[in-house]
């Protein structure tokens, strides 16, 4: 059964003169891993605050895990999980003991060692948070997110400043906890960030969203026209098409082998930087 965990209808906010948030619809489902892309200022975070219950909204209508987050009772929180940037002000406290305070703000918290062993802590639990590096800090601001075991679960640019190798392995923990029915929604300016977590992206742009759909087809990419490429004996030859199947068919009728052929779409960032208008500027 599909489970709705976010529904957005007309969602507006302006801060005085500023529109941040222009008629936002959004729909995310249960066990979802879904990511807000757009660049700065585009209205992604005043969009989250909105949908966390930590700012109020002009109009629209928002539902998060069958609240409105603006009137929803404590319980409602505890089922919300948030992964801000650097929570851990208390640099003189370990690890483990910064896990374990949190854990106590809750009614259902996870298991604070199973916690450190899904973030990569383990080792670091009798360490002070000042003597971290900036990707353990990352992880630990995940572990306090995740400790009170959301049903939804909101990140902002959780990747920065891990290594790749930490990336793929966060990316790892994040599935797994989609796959246990946690719902995350991620917000970042990064696409190749959003790209590898989530599965269905939405970008927004002056606090409109432009485009939605999996990182394969946003923005019509797997439609879109291709370039085929070859070398011939008079050099290189580039067309464009809509049908490259048959345009590489054709040269093969043609030509028979031919060297150095390529078909390609756009890449998303190529579709990105479009929908988000970034080459009109
Ligand atoms: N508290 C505020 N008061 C006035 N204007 C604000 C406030 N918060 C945000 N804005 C404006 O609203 C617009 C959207 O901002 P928002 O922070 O939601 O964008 P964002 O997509 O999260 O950007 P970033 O990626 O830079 O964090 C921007 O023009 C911003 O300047």
Same mark, same amino acid.
Request: proline content about 2%; hydrophobic content about 40%; cysteine-free.
């Given at each position: 059964m599909i &489970?709705?965990?976010? %529904? &957005?209808?007309?969602? %507006?906010k302006r801060y005085g003169g500023v529109v941040a948030v222009d008629g936002i619809d959004l729909d995310i489902q249960q066990g979802e891993v879904f990511g807000l892309l757009g660049p700065n200022g585009a209205?992604?975070?005043?969009?989250?605050?909105?949908?966390e219950g930590y700012r109020a909204r002009d109009s629209g209508e928002v539902d998060v895990l069958g609240m409105d987050p603006g009137k929803a009772p404590n319980s409602w929180r505890d089922r919300i999980g948030v992964v801000w940037q650097?929570?851990?002000?208390?640099?003189?406290?370990t690890v483990a003991e910064i896990i374990g305070n949190f854990a106590r703000y809750y009614r259902h918290p996870r298991d604070p060692g199973r916690v450190m062993e899904q973030v990569e802590l383990t080792e670091q639990a009798g360490k002070r948070v000042h003597a971290l590096s900036g990707g353990q800090r990352r992880r630990l601001d995940v572990a306090l997110g995740i400790i009170g075991d959301p049903d939804l679960l909101f990140l902002d640019e959780p990747t920065t400043g891990l290594d790749p190798?930490?990336?793929?392995?966060?990316?790892d923990l994040i599935r797994g906890l989609a796959a246990e029915g946690t719902t995350i929604l991620l917000t970042s300016h990064y696409l190749d960030e959003v790209e590898t977590l989530a599965g269905r992206i939405a970008v927004i742009a002056r606090g409109k969203i432009v485009a939605e759909g999996s990182p394969k087809t946003l923005g019509g990419r797997a439609t879109?026209?291709?370039?085929?490429?070859?070398?011939?004996?008079?050099?290189?030859?580039?067309i464009e098409t809509d049908t490259p199947a048959?345009?590489?068919?054709?040269?093969?009728?043609?030509?028979?082998?031919v060297a150095g052929l390529t078909v390609t779409r756009p890449t998303l960032e190529d579709v990105y930087l479009k929908l988000i208008g970034a080459d009109d500027e």
């Open positions: &489970v709705t965990a976010v %529904r &957005v209808r007309g969602l %507006r209205g992604k975070t005043t969009t989250v605050e909105i949908l650097s929570t851990a002000d208390t640099p003189e406290l190798e930490a990336r793929r392995r966060f990316a879109a026209v291709s370039t085929v490429q070859w070398v011939g004996e008079d050099g290189l030859h580039t048959k345009a590489v068919a054709d040269l093969y009728a043609e030509s028979g082998e």
